[in-house]
């Protein structure tokens, strides 16, 4: 088994064999592989950068070039069974928007992001008075990607107010699992399956 | 020159039924000359057909008979190439209407034994894919791994998996569009008007005169070849330099390197290509868009090619078939449900990059030849 990041793991265990999907910021197609390999899944992707894409081409993956915040509108509804967007909702201009897109293009998705009130982005914050720079977001403010942060709470509330439907959900941190109830604090990374509701 | 052009033997077969075509008449029987490179497997399963573009030939990886240049595309076709001639069994065919063997204005009148000139059908893009999937017929092949082509061989690329999409796995598509735009039906008009503008054309009928159109068929090749390049190329390889000499000649000699170079290429070309061969081509480039006969819908071109896996690649400074056209085609095949893959590259070389060295376009063609499925 391939060294897959804890978050595509999680997705890639998750997802059932054989059905239609679409990893949106799909990178050089690591989880598009390993779901070609292990799930029978002829996963599409969409990507903005281009070494990256190259890198998925290379192995025969189907990436085309994009950006989600726009070329999403491309696809028709339902033209998948999953969307999956993982660590790439926080770079986009309006995640809210983007989540409505994900849920028109298929009926469930996954969503994975950082989670920005682990107890070590607020003790940084709180104790600096500067934009937290750790681990999982190793970046300076004014040249991060991340140019939305979310958290566990704030994606919990725009699910429910949007009335999406939570089907499972995972918290990560570093790549131990933590439960729901210690998420907030504890969690570095969060993987939403959401469907509509 | 083009009676000699019009010697050259090459490896072809003669199909003796009728080719329709889509301007309604149809050719009694079709010549069609190719190469091919490596061999047909047992069941028959690893054949890939590359196509031409505007101006290429059959000699996609073996030296041009006329020329003695290296294949046009050697560089991505042969042993251990990203098109794998240890692997792949490929066949590049000359297409209808082209000069170097296949049916066209140069073949003869059945009747007469004449050239047929201008009474040779115009043609389309479709009847080229018609003419190489008899082809294939022919030779015993029904199934290709893949079609490959960039610019028109993009074009004949995208009508095989429009019309025979049981036949291809893959279509891999480079430096195309699924249409003529204005800009570029233009500059063909500009090409085919430099021609017929030269007294030595006549009508034509030159196949047995002393004189060809070799003035107008070099102005439309410089014309066409500007819009290959990019204006960074140009200004990188040329600049404002002087040719030969220090200063200017007040004089409308080619002063430039830009125009020096120019000329050579509009007269080189003649060496190798037909005058009347050039109207046709670009005339069947014209009239060629796919959506059309679907109301302007160029998903319903695909709408029975979903499983076939489609590749496009364009690059950032090609200007005559933008990436915006790829993009176009990459929409369609999402409102069908078509494996697609598509990059914009970065190359300096304008449309031409698709014919030069872009290390990144051949980890992509052997990623969508290889590929796992």
């Given at each position: 088994m391939s060294a897959l990041r804890p978050d595509l793991r999680i997705i890639a265990d998750a997802i059932p064999a054989g059905v239609r999907a679409l990893d949106i910021g799909c990178g050089d197609g690591a989880l598009m592989a390993e779901l070609r390999a292990q799930k029978a899944i002829d996963a599409r992707g969409l990507e903005i950068d281009v070494a990256a894409i190259e890198a998925a081409m290379a192995q025969?993956?189907?990436?085309?070039?994009?950006?989600?915040?726009?070329?999403?509108?491309?696809?028709?509804?339902?033209?998948?069974?999953?969307?999956?967007?993982?660590?790439?909702?926080?770079?986009?201009?309006?995640?809210?928007?983007?989540?409505?897109?994900?849920?028109?293009i298929a009926p469930r998705a996954f969503v994975s992001f950082p989670n920005f009130a682990h107890w070590r982005v607020r003790l940084s914050l709180l104790w600096t008075g500067r934009m937290p720079m750790t681990r999982l977001l190793p970046v300076a403010w004014y040249e991060t990607p991340n140019i939305h942060h979310v958290t566990v709470s704030?994606?919990?509330?725009?699910?429910?107010?949007?009335?999406?439907?939570?089907?499972?959900?995972?918290?990560?941190?570093?790549?131990?699992?933590?439960?729901?109830?210690?998420a907030a604090w504890r969690a570095e990374h969060a993987i939403f399956l959401i469907s509509r509701g | 020159m083009a009676s000699l052009l019009h010697q050259i033997r090459h490896q072809s077969v003669t199909i003796q039924a009728p080719l329709p075509l889509d301007s309604g008449q149809s050719l009694p029987s079709v010549t069609i000359a190719y190469q091919s490179y490596g061999a047909l497997n047992a069941d028959r399963s690893n054949a890939v057909l590359i196509c031409h573009a505007l101006t290429g030939d059959q000699y996609v990886a073996s030296d041009h008979p006329a020329t003695g240049k290296p294949g046009w595309w050697a560089r991505m076709v042969g042993p251990g190439k990203p098109v794998d001639t240890d692997r792949f069994f490929v066949i590049c065919a000359?297409?209808?209407?082209?000069?170097?063997?296949?049916?066209?204005?140069?073949?003869?009148?059945?009747?007469?034994?004449?050239?047929?000139?201008?009474?040779?059908?115009?043609?389309?893009?479709?009847?080229?894919?018609?003419?190489?999937?008899?082809?294939?017929?022919?030779?015993?092949?029904?199934?290709?791994?893949?079609?490959?082509?960039?610019?028109?061989?993009?074009?004949?690329?995208?009508?095989?998996?429009?019309?025979?999409?049981?036949?291809?796995?893959?279509?891999?598509?480079?430096?195309?569009?699924?249409?003529?735009?204005?800009?570029?039906?233009?500059f063909h008009e500009v090409g085919r008007q430099a021609i017929m503008a030269d007294p030595d054309w006549q009508d034509g009928n030159y196949y047995d005169k002393f004189c060809m159109p070799t003035k107008g068929l070099a102005v439309a090749r410089m014309a066409a070849h500007i819009t290959y390049l990019s204006e960074e190329g140009l200004t990188?390889?040329?600049?404002?330099?002087?040719?030969?000499?220090?200063?200017?000649?007040?004089?409308?000699?080619?002063?430039?390197?830009?125009?020096?170079?120019?000329?050579?290429?509009?007269?080189?070309?003649?060496?190798?290509?037909?005058?009347?061969?050039?109207?046709?081509?670009?005339?069947?480039?014209?009239?060629?868009?796919?959506?059309e006969p679907h109301d302007g819908r160029l998903a319903g071109a695909f709408a029975t090619a979903k499983d076939v896996r489609f590749t496009l690649v364009?690059?950032?400074?090609?200007?005559?078939?933008?990436?915006?056209?790829?993009?176009?085609?990459?929409?369609?095949?999402?409102?069908?449900?078509?494996?697609?893959?598509?990059?914009?590259?970065?190359?300096?070389?304008?449309?031409?990059?698709?014919?030069?060295?872009?290390?990144?376009?051949?980890?992509?063609?052997?990623?969508?030849?290889?590929?796992?499925?």
């Open positions: 025969g993956l189907s990436v085309v070039q994009g950006d989600a915040n726009r070329d999403l509108a491309d696809y028709p509804d339902d033209a998948f069974d999953y969307a999956i967007l993982s660590q790439t909702l926080q770079t986009t201009e309006r995640p809210d928007l983007v989540v409505d897109e994900l849920l028109r704030d994606f919990r509330v725009l699910v429910r107010d949007k009335g999406i439907r939570v089907e499972r959900a995972w918290y990560l941190s570093g790549d131990k699992p933590t439960s729901d109830a210690a | 000359n297409v209808l209407g082209s000069c170097m063997g296949t049916s066209g204005p140069a073949s003869p009148d059945a009747a007469t034994g004449a050239p047929l000139g201008m009474a040779f059908p115009v043609i389309t893009i479709a009847d080229m894919v018609r003419a190489q999937a008899m082809l294939l017929d022919h030779l015993g092949i029904s199934r290709l791994h893949a079609v490959i082509g960039g610019s028109m061989g993009g074009m004949q690329t995208l009508a095989w998996a429009a019309t025979y999409p049981e036949r291809l796995t893959s279509a891999i598509v480079i430096a195309s569009a699924a249409r003529h735009s204005a800009q570029n039906i233009a990188e390889k040329f600049g404002r330099r002087l040719q030969a000499r220090d200063i200017k000649s007040f004089g409308f000699d080619a002063d430039f390197q830009v125009e020096s170079y120019l000329r050579h290429q509009g007269l080189a070309f003649t060496d190798r290509f037909d005058a009347n061969a050039y109207l046709y081509i670009t005339r069947a480039m014209d009239y060629f868009d796919l959506a364009s690059f950032d400074t090609d200007w005559l078939y933008p990436t915006a056209e790829s993009r176009r085609i990459v929409q369609a095949l999402h409102a069908v449900g078509a494996a697609a893959s598509f990059v914009e590259l970065s190359a300096p070389f304008g449309h031409d990059s698709f014919l030069l060295d872009v290390p990144a376009l051949d980890r992509i063609m052997a990623g969508a030849l290889g590929g796992g499925w």
